[in-house]
């Protein structure tokens, strides 16, 4: 019996160790959407994946379709979050599990948090631009999901996220925050 492999760009947002050796991932890709990918033998310390199926790694993966889960076959690093970065991308694994459904390609969501994870290394480090970092991007994916009114200030997909942090103002992403967070109390999130 021959499986269909699907290869796609990833990004792992959670991890959960499941009996001595496996371990179960929600993985969001850019081709399947929200999945959940199950690794057999990961923690054996002969695994070669263990240390690229880490939270807050951008990765390629290969999957196959088991019965009910997703099983990695392959996986590269591309990229990997510093420490810092993990509460973020977990407020964001929240957000999406709210409101994604599994299984289902949502590209342009994926390219919001993607355009997040790959900004330029200074944001990291300073706390009021990761915050608006994390404020245009929970407001792009909340707008896709078609949650949020027309914004006053619309932000150009084609620009980097950089230059952005640089044209919004204190008190307007002030005020795209008190929006965000008035819609997700409507959505009783």
Not at 48 to 57: D, H, M, T
Request: positive net charge; charged residues 20%.
């Amino acid at each position: 019996m021959s499986y269909h492999h699907y290869t796609t760009e990833g990004i792992i947002l959670k991890r959960e160790n499941r009996g001595e050796n496996d371990a179960v991932y929600i993985v969001f890709t850019e081709l399947l959407g929200l999945i959940v990918l199950h690794a057999s033998g990961i923690r054996l310390l002969k695994s070669k994946l263990r240390f690229v199926l880490q939270p807050g790694n951008r990765v390629h993966i290969t999957v196959v379709r088991g019965k009910t889960l997703w099983r990695v076959t392959t996986c590269s690093l591309v990229f990997s979050l510093p420490k810092d970065m993990h509460i973020v991308l977990l407020r964001l694994y929240k957000l999406l599990r709210t409101h994604l459904v599994f299984d289902e390609p949502v590209m342009h969501i994926y390219n919001h948090v993607r355009s997040f994870l790959v900004v330029d290394k200074n944001v990291y480090t300073h706390a009021p631009t990761l915050r608006t970092a994390e404020i245009v991007t929970t407001a792009r994916i909340l707008s896709s999901l078609g949650m949020l009114d027309h914004m006053d200030k619309t932000i150009d997909e084609s620009s980097a996220l950089t230059n952005e942090f640089c044209s919004l103002y204190e008190s307007e992403s002030l005020t795209l925050l008190k929006h965000v967070k008035s819609r997700l109390h409507e959505s009783v999130l």
